[in-house]
């Protein structure tokens, strides 16, 4: 374990009470099927909640399965995402991890993941293109139910403030990273109530640190904010 990792948890589980205090406990709702998850994610990609799931909605209410879009024309698809923005490479995207599935796998399910080891089914979903580590986490903490941290732009600008993760730690890293500092059953509501506290005061900006309640636990409000080195 290295120097300072027991600190570190210690900080991580304050930080985690004090925001769910603010944003209030949030429960997982697992997803039934994975390649929804992974559709849903691909859409997800720069651009709001909102707009990545009426795009996904408009997606699965166009066609009658999954199947459906294997001989799709990119292009088309493309017209039916547009609301989620960059419809020619999500809609890409799209039918080349569909396709990939279903090469691999004879039919377009992914729940045999649920077999292996997370590593093992994250390992499998790194092979197809465009399914990077925040995608890949996604998958395994919402649809394969096994533990995953996912890191989005929030949480690695966030947690990298906080000092909960090294300063040069990019998002990939930061997913293992953050997984060691607070417990499993913890990911999902610290995941989610990060995401919330980057919108609301830990904005890219300019954060309000001035009203934060976490300062106290923060490297970047004592060494920038308060100077102290
Ligand atoms: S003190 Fe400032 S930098 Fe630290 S978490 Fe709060 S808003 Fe972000």
């Keep these: 374990m290295p120097a300072g990792l027991p600190k570190l948890r210690a900080r991580a589980l304050k930080i985690d009470r004090i925001i769910t205090g603010i944003y209030g406990r949030k429960t997982i709702v697992y997803d039934d099927d994975p390649v929804d998850t992974l559709v849903e994610t691909i859409l997800s990609q720069n651009t709001t909640d909102l707009n990545?799931?009426?795009?996904?909605?408009?997606?699965?209410?166009?066609?009658?399965?999954?199947?459906a879009l294997l001989d799709e024309d990119p292009k088309h698809v493309a017209t039916i995402i547009r609301s989620g923005g960059l419809a020619d490479l999500k809609a890409a995207r799209i039918i080349d991890a569909l396709r990939f599935i279903k090469k691999s796998r004879g039919g377009l399910d992914l729940r045999f993941l649920k077999k292996m080891s997370?590593?093992?089914?994250?390992?499998w979903l790194a092979q197809m293109k465009g399914v990077g580590p925040k995608?890949?986490?996604?998958?395994?903490?919402?649809?394969?139910r096994m533990p995953a941290f996912p890191v989005d732009t929030h949480i690695h600008r966030v947690?990298?403030?906080?000092?909960?993760?090294?300063?040069?730690?990019?998002?990939?890293?930061?997913?293992g990273e953050l997984a060691r500092l607070v417990p499993e059953e913890e990911f999902y509501n610290f995941h989610i109530n990060l995401i919330e506290h980057g919108r609301a005061v830990?904005?890219?900006?300019?954060?309000?640190?001035?009203?934060?309640d976490v300062r106290r636990y923060c490297d970047y409000y004592s060494k920038v904010v308060q100077g102290h080195s």
Excluded: N, V
């Excluded at 997370?118 to 390992?123: Q, R, S, Y």
């Design 159 to 175: 947690t990298r403030r906080m000092g909960l993760i090294g300063s040069r730690t990019g998002r990939e890293d930061a997913q």
């Design 52 to 67: 990545s799931h009426r795009a996904f909605e408009k997606l699965k209410s166009s066609y009658p399965g999954w199947d």
């Design 118 to 123: 997370p590593a093992e089914a994250e390992a």
């Design 202 to 212: 830990c904005q890219a900006r300019k954060p309000k640190c001035g009203m934060c």
């Design 135 to 144: 995608t890949r986490g996604i998958i395994l903490l919402f649809a394969l």
